[in-house]
């Protein structure tokens, strides 16, 4: 399998997963263009916590709204990757590498780039019921079209699995990804 950024995995459907009436909270008109950093358990049902997918301990999710292009970032401290679910709208995903971006500023705790290069890799997300399992180490630009998403992450860098590579996290996860 060659090595990608972003793969289409059998996975849960989100409403499946989610807790009862959390949607109309965290979906609403009010919390477009807002970013919403919450507790997994929160969010999400004891049984799938429970069940600790991929022997990972799932403590965030991030809710996005996008209706615009982002800025070209890495998140965290460069070892993040989550598993995505695009709940209304659609967007793109577009990397770069670092040898391809020059600093910019530094935002909130990351640092946020610029480039006059084409982006190394695209690629378009839509409403499935399937997620996606993203690699956010590297350079990215999210652009949404009026897009909800909602991305699980892991704990925080105290979790000894946050230190997998990328390469480690696909092998885990091999056996799930549409060829």
Do not use: C
Not at 58 to 86: A, C, L, P, T
Request: glycine share 6%.
């Amino acid at each position: 399998m060659t090595q990608q950024l972003v793969y289409k995995i059998k996975g849960p459907e989100l409403n499946k997963i989610l807790l009862p009436n959390i949607s109309k909270e965290i979906f609403s008109n009010d919390k477009k263009n807002k970013n919403q950093y919450l507790t997994a358990s929160d969010v999400l049902t004891s049984d799938f916590l429970n069940l600790n997918w991929k022997d990972y301990k799932w403590k965030r999710v991030i809710v996005f709204h996008k209706s615009n292009n982002g800025g070209i970032h890495v998140d965290g401290n460069g070892n993040e990757w989550g598993i995505n679910w695009i709940v209304t709208g659609s967007g793109v995903l577009k990397y770069w590498t670092f040898d391809k971006v020059d600093i910019d500023t530094y935002i909130k705790n990351h640092y946020v780039y610029k480039s006059n290069h084409q982006p190394s890799f695209y690629y378009e997300t839509n409403i499935e019921n399937s997620p996606y399992l993203v690699n956010a180490m590297l350079p990215h630009q999210a652009t949404g079209y009026d897009r909800f998403l909602v991305s699980l992450r892991l704990g925080d860098q105290n979790d000894q699995v946050w230190h997998d590579s990328w390469e480690d996290v696909v092998k885990k996860f091999k056996d799930i990804i549409y060829d």
